[in-house]
């Protein structure tokens, strides 16, 4: 069983454009949140910096931490791999550190699954619709457009797993989905009462795949 004492695990997981990663930067400055930095095969972006955005590997060492077991949980996610490593990860939940993980579906499901000694609260984030996203997809790849109707397409299968997650969060506004999930996590850690409407949810979802 948690105690009182252990960090909390939080997971985002949500499709490619719905804003995750800022949220994510943004829960991490409350007071005794922090990242889990991931490993990855995929090569660094310009803007991002290597063992903070990502601990970036060839597929020899990531293949090498599977091997070892060192993975809590990994997966290949648009031709790379992505995992989170075991002990730093328990080294912080055991100083109650609470720990933040922006990874997919996947990885989510996977830790699920190991039903570790840490209260674990998933979000899956959303778009307010499809024409938001589309729009959100094409200005983050201004070169090619290809790109972002690839991703509507991998929208489509990606949302699907909305059904697995304790709440579903939609950001139409930035500040307003960031406090919601604030205050759900604070909910969570303080066993106080839930503001969460799982039928407008519902509604929302049978909109974005209709
Ligand atoms: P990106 O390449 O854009 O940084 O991330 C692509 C996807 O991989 C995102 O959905 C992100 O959440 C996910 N991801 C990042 N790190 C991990 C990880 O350690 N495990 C899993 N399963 N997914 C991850």
Known sequence: MPTDNDGVMIVLSSPSGAGKT?????LSNLDNFEVSTSHTTRQPRPNEIPNKDYYFVNEKEFQRLINNQEFLEYAKVFNNFYGTTRTPVIDKLNKGRNILFDIDWQGADQIKN????????????????KE?????????????????????????HDVLHWINYDYVVVNENLEDCYSKINNLIQAEINNGSKDYDPEYIRKHVEKLTS
Not at 22 to 26: F, K, Q
Not at 132 to 152: G, T
């Open 114 to 129: 190991k039903k570790l000694d840490y209260k674990l609260v998933t979000f899956f984030i959303l778009p307010p619709s």
């Open 22 to 26: 800022t949220l994510v930067r943004l």
């Open 132 to 156: 938001v996203l589309f729009e959100r997809l094409s200005n983050r790849d201004m070169k090619d457009k290809l790109i972002a109707e690839e991703r509507m397409k991998q929208f489509s």
